[in-house]
């Protein structure tokens, strides 16, 4: 669908939810707010349109290290797809190169491609797990996610401060020690 009319179709939902809301979608202040809405959903959820093993295939580059590849702190910005409330957070990923590495910054993308989808923060974890190990083939892959949940703090048990913290690893990770090397590195 063309996106100005798929921002139209989606403006003309987000209309009604505000009037069954209880609210007049006609006032000055929410005149032009389905349209915003409608912009902001469509952005925060682009990642559908990009594939996460091209951007890591467009820049693969043979290289004989291997040792511990480290990427941390990468921030993210998801919609939990139970509430489509935020969750946001930082990503840690480390992998050991067989014959192959890419962009440091190509992981940062493969994350931000993943948490811009309607997501759940375990099968977002275990997705960028799968990217990396399919495109990068890498002794093993290892990722952390820790977040916070705007459907746990505003909503339900009202849990103000708590993190959740998610974890995935293939190949070398298995063994504790590997494990233990990258989460020292990150704490
Ligand atoms: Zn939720």
Redesign the pocket.
Known sequence: MQEEKEIELLATHYKNIIGLLGENSDREGLKDTPVRVAKAMQFLTKGYEENPQDILRKALFKEDYRQMVIVKDIGFYSL????M?P?WGKAHVAYIPNGYITGLSKIARVVDVFARRLQVQERMTLQIKDCIQQTLNPLGVMVVIEAQ????QMRGVEKQNSTTTTSDFTGVFNQAKTREEFINLIR
Do not use: P, Q, S, T
């Open positions: 939990c797809e139970h509430h409330l969750f949940h705007m459907c746990m």
